[in-house]
């Protein structure tokens, strides 16, 4: 078990997020805006833009993909319900298929965000109408912060039960199989096996994982456990630790 490291005092992020954005956050990087809905699309592009961000404003889902392509943008954010042949759950997989841009998705109905938090999709964060601008601005900046923080780690093996975590590599092994896990999913289960034994309460998950301008509910977190625990099964240590929330190894 060569490649654990020694128990650390509290939590630890898997990454250091100490980069401070200035007022002008997005110094001209693009995000792609895609949502049919012209006076929720302009408004989210107001306020982008007056973080700095150039914003371009797709109609459907096809235009925002061809938009995605051409500009290399920053960041998607992503209507679910878009007319033609493709919604935003459509666009969100294939945006994750072609690359690791991260996506915020906006909702409008529970059934919707329970899709969305499930993240089978791979969207990194989602908002649910009505939202205030200033929260999706928040929301943006929380993940272009974590995206953006320049602390690479050491490549480096952690393993905990059967599962082997490589963070250079960003891949989980249970046994000799790799499994597919989302973003947010490896980066929960590298926290997780970052502080091996100690029982963390989903605030401090929600905290170190999702990043403290994250306002989610605490329900998120069990989502993705069970997520965990659906593909990695019985190899992975994980302890549900009641009243609290969840301990590895
Ligand atoms: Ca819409």
């Not at 042949?85 to 690359?99: S, T």
Request: charged residues 30%.
């Amino acid at each position: 078990m060569g490649g654990m490291p020694a128990r650390p005092e509290g939590p630890r992020a898997p990454h250091s997020s100490g980069v401070k954005l200035g007022p002008m956050a997005g110094d001209g990087e693009t995000i792609v805006v895609i949502e049919d809905d012209q006076n929720i699309s302009d408004l989210v592009a107001l306020y982008l833009r007056r973080e700095g961000f150039r914003v371009l404003q797709a109609r459907d889902g096809a235009q925002g993909l061809a938009y995605a392509e051409r500009d290399r943008p920053k960041l998607v954010v992503v209507d679910v319900g878009l007319p033609g042949e493709l919604d935003g759950f459509d666009v969100c997989r294939r945006l994750r298929a072609a690359g690791d841009v991260p996506i915020v998705m906006l909702t409008a109905r529970d059934d919707e965000v329970d899709r969305v938090v499930g993240l089978e999709f791979g969207a990194d964060d989602y908002v649910t109408k009505p939202f205030s601008p200033r929260e999706l601005v928040a929301r943006v900046r929380a993940i272009l912060r974590r995206a953006g923080s320049p602390a690479r780690l050491e490549p480096s093996i952690l393993e905990v039960g059967q599962v082997a975590i490589d963070t250079g590599r960003r891949e989980v092994r249970r046994g000799e199989s790799v499994v597919a896990l989302t973003s947010r999913e490896f980066d929960l289960l590298t926290y997780l096996a970052l502080n091996t034994g100690l029982a963390l309460s989903r605030r401090q998950l929600l905290d170190g994982v999702w990043g403290e301008g994250w306002y989610g509910d605490e329900r998120t977190v069990d989502v993705h456990v069970r997520q965990l625990r659906k593909k990695l099964g019985d190899d992975l240590p994980l302890t549900t630790v009641w009243g609290v929330g969840y301990r590895l190894g």
